[in-house]
Each structure stands twice: as C-alpha cells, then as structure tokens.
C-alpha cells in the first residue's frame, strides 16, 4: 500500500462531525496509479464527512477520479472518469458493537441486514486508505476503450475431426 495516508483518531470525533477534502499531489497520484496498475491517474478528489457512530465512526462520502488506462483491445491509452460513493461504520477492536462470532464459532449472517461495522486494528482511521480501498472497486478490470470492438476471424477454417474421419473413410472405402 502507498505511503499516503491521512489519520483521524476516533477522540477527534468528540467534538462533532470531521469534514475532509482528499486531493493528492501529482506525485502521490503517480504512486498510486503504479499500485493500482493504472497507466496514469490524472485526478483524484474526495469529500469526506467523519462523524460519531455508536462507539466508534461513520465515514460518507463521493469521490471523483480520472484514471488512464490501456485498452484491452487496441492497447491505445485512453482516460474516463468514475465516481463513487463511500459510506461505511468502524468501531475499535473489542467493541461491543463488532460482528462477532456465534456460539460454537460459527459466523451468524443475516443477508437482509446492512453490513457489518469494520473492526480498527488502533484508535485511527486512515481516510486515505479507504479512499484508495473505493477507488480500486470502481476500476474496470478489463479497460474498453469506447468504441473499440474485438473483430476475429480465422484465417483459415478449421476442419473438424469428423470432416478428416470422413475423409478417411472415403480413401478406404
């Protein structure tokens, strides 16, 4: 993971919501292309509300970005732009609050009900990190630069093994 991060600990949070605009410096941005396996990350920005949640933290939030990427098609670098949204909740480790286990060890899920809060390993959160965490779910795995299409045609047909069995029988007949 990139060297860039931005902490808020969870004491901060007393005083009432945290508003925060992340918008890295070109070279961060550089970094983090090269993590993310991006040709280029032109622009990144996200606006941020940290506000109290039960024992711990809510984190919203939207973030816009510019990626360039390499066509799986053409291979021609092209850019687009993806947003997102953030919204997730984070208590401290041994909060009463975490998803625990059920009795016998066993995860208790319940598929109707919202996620589950994320557990923090200290008392900060890196918003940087989660921003990057958002980021890297909105790429597209196989970039298609629009417009490009994937035409294919065999140069040759290919015979089937039965047209060659065939052929055989033919010789012997």
């Known amino acids: 993971m990139s060297d860039w991060t931005h902490l808020i600990r969870l004491g901060e949070l007393a005083r009432g919501p945290i508003e925060v605009r992340l918008a890295p410096d070109e070279a961060v941005r550089a970094a983090l292309a090269k993590e993310l396996l991006l040709d280029s990350l032109p622009a990144l920005v996200a606006d941020l509300r940290v506000r109290p949640w039960l024992d711990g933290a809510e984190i919203t939030g939207r973030f816009t970005a510019t990626v360039g990427q390499i066509c799986g098609i053409s291979l021609d670098p092209f850019e687009q732009q993806l947003t997102g949204e953030i919204a997730l909740q984070m208590v401290p480790a041994g909060s009463p609050n975490a998803y625990g286990e059920s009795e016998g060890g066993e995860l208790a899920l319940d598929l109707e009900s919202p996620d589950p809060p994320d557990v923090l390993e200290s008392d900060e959160i890196d918003l940087a990190h989660i921003l990057v ?28 093994p039965f047209a060659v069995l065939k052929a055989l029988k033919k010789d012997g007949e």
Not at 135 to 149: C, H
């Open 133 to 160: 965490e958002h980021l890297a779910l909105e790429i597209d795995p196989f970039p298609r630069k629009p417009g490009a299409e994937f035409n294919y045609t065999p140069d040759t047909p290919e015979e089937s």
